[in-house]
């Protein structure tokens, strides 16, 4: 296991911590209409660390493998798919025999070559529980330690959506009532490093 890699992702929820703790100095600075606005401000902001540490970690994650110069005999099923996502799309949106044939052919070509996994994580921009459960399905991560935070997540970027799109259904009053999600960050980010610690530790992406 590269400590390289545990380094990158300590040093990303670093700063981002650093920026989540001056939430509350500033809330703290604020008259009530201000502190009204700025606390609305902070959903949008809050899921911005949440989609931006996911895609960043894996995108430090698949640099780090692709140096490693795999091939398709060393990945395991789940790393290969991932890796030939698009390809396999291809080969179901082809209808005619010959179009097959060539996608089946640049496939087969594809295995004998080292395996180059695409560093960008899709999130649809929208990361709720169910498409973190597909990321996690795509890079052998174990969802279930995350099941305890999928009620508060799928609010929050419910919430980040609502007020992204202009609505003016939520309002918070003081600081106390958007903590809870700064927790949920917190943690979630936590969960997310040890999984991927846990991933490199035991080399789940390798073929048994």
Avoid at 17 to 23: A, D, G, R, W
Avoid at 67 to 82: E, F, M, V
């Amino acid at each position: 296991m590269d400590n390289k890699v545990l380094q990158e992702i300590d040093a990303d929820i670093a700063w981002r911590k650093i920026e989540l703790n001056q939430i509350e100095c500033i809330a703290n600075s604020l008259n009530e209409t201000d502190l009204k606005f700025f606390l609305k401000s902070i959903i949008p902001l809050l899921y911005a660390h949440w989609e931006g540490f996911v895609v960043s970690s894996l995108e430090i994650l698949f640099t780090y493998l692709n140096k490693l110069n795999l091939n398709s005999s060393n990945y395991c099923d789940i790393y290969l798919t991932t890796a030939y996502e698009q390809t396999l799309k291809s080969l179901d949106d082809s209808e005619a025999f010959d179009k097959r044939r060539k996608h089946l052919i640049n496939l087969y070509k594809k295995f004998s070559e080292e395996v180059k996994l695409n560093k960008k994580i899709d999130t649809k921009s929208n990361l709720n529980f169910g498409i973190l459960q597909e990321i996690c399905k795509k890079t052998k991560l174990n969802i279930d330690k995350f099941k305890i935070y999928e009620e508060e997540l799928n609010k929050m970027v419910n919430i980040r959506n609502s007020i992204s799109h202009g609505e003016n259904s939520y309002v918070f009053e003081t600081y106390n009532d958007i903590q809870k999600y700064i927790d949920l960050l917190e943690n979630l980010m936590l969960d997310f490093q040890s999984e991927l610690q846990d991933l490199m530790l035991n080399k789940k992406y390798l073929k048994e």
